[in-house]
């Protein structure tokens, strides 16, 4: 009974949250008119012409596995990269000028070097989403790696525990908690990335729906878009990488619990 209620709470606290941002929103287009910031109202509406008209479907998949499959390139890479870097010294001073070089070109940068090297299309959105994304997780893994506590080599060369056991108790948990963060903050800049590469580089998702409200002055219809990809991004954090997390951090949950 404990635990309903304190997610009735959580969940309790989170829809305050929202509705205070509804609100705030409704307010600024109350105050600033329709034609400068359309209402929460509005962008609704966008989005049920948006389906009627038979966009809405076909843009979202085009956005999400675009977005998906960047993020997806950029996670392996970076995580088995950073964890290399991590336990090696000399790798890690080779890697980390390339991973500071790559973090400081601006993604603008990297959608023009796309559309040269791959054209419009899908390839554009999925490398430049990879490459923005690919230092986030790598330093996320490599701060992870390095940090691992030697006192815990320590009682594990003690006790003979085995190879297994170590990675799966020691290192792991510690790991996992720098790495996480890193591949939540990586999943936002995805979701951008892909919606900044389809403005200029395809004819569909909903970066291509945003060029078209810009062309046609429609403010509702890019607010519409806007909040499409805000409710992707959450699906995607709250529904795949927060209960993945939850799932590799059984330890968190325990230590929570002791607490309360």
């Known amino acids: 009974m404990s635990r309903l209620i304190k997610a009735s709470l959580g969940w309790g606290g989170s829809l305050t949250g929202i509705l205070l941002?509804?609100?705030?929103?409704?307010?600024?287009?109350l105050h600033y008119g329709n034609f400068l910031l359309p209402g929460p109202r509005d962008a609704l509406a966008s989005i049920h012409g948006f389906w009627q008209e038979g966009e809405l479907w076909g843009a979202i998949w085009a956005t999400t596995w675009r977005a998906m499959a960047?993020?997806?390139?950029?996670?392996?890479?970076?995580?088995?990269?950073?964890?290399?870097?991590?336990?090696?010294?000399?790798?890690?001073?080779?890697?980390?000028?390339?991973?500071t070089v790559l973090l400081g070109i601006p993604p603008i940068a990297w959608i023009v070097l796309a559309i040269l090297w791959f054209g419009s299309g899908s390839m554009a959105a999925i490398y430049t989403v990879a490459a923005t994304t690919l230092p986030?997780?790598?330093?996320?893994?490599?701060?992870?790696?390095?940090?691992?506590d030697k006192?815990?080599?320590?009682m594990g060369d003690v006790y003979c525990v085995p190879g297994w056991m170590r990675l799966w108790d020691f290192y792991l948990p510690h790991i996992v908690s720098y790495v996480f963060p890193a591949l939540i903050t990586a999943l936002?800049?995805?979701?951008?990335?892909?919606?900044?590469?389809?403005?200029?580089?395809?004819?569909?998702?909903?970066?291509?729906?945003?060029?078209?409200?810009?062309?046609?002055?429609?403010?509702?219809?890019?607010?519409?878009?806007?909040?499409?990809?805000?409710?992707?991004?959450?699906?995607?954090?709250?529904?795949?990488?927060?209960?993945?997390?939850?799932?590799?951090?059984?330890?968190?949950?325990?230590?929570?619990q002791a607490k309360s």
Not at 136 to 148: K, N, P, S
């Open 21 to 29: 941002f509804v609100a705030m929103w409704e307010w600024g287009s």
């Open 70 to 99: 960047g993020f997806a390139i950029a996670a392996f890479t970076g995580l088995i990269l950073g964890l290399m870097a991590g336990l090696s010294h000399t790798l890690g001073r080779a890697l980390e000028p390339v991973s």
């Open 136 to 148: 986030v997780t790598f330093a996320g893994a490599q701060i992870g790696a390095r940090t691992l």
């Open 151 to 154: 006192r815990l080599q320590e």
């Open 188 to 256: 936002g800049v995805a979701w951008k990335v892909t919606v900044m590469a389809e403005l200029f580089a395809t004819e569909e998702g909903v970066g291509a729906g945003l060029a078209m409200a810009r062309v046609n002055l429609d403010t509702a219809g890019a607010m519409g878009w806007i909040m499409v990809v805000v409710v992707l991004l959450l699906i995607a954090e709250h529904g795949f990488l927060r209960p993945l997390q939850k799932r590799m951090e059984p330890w968190r949950k325990g230590a929570v």
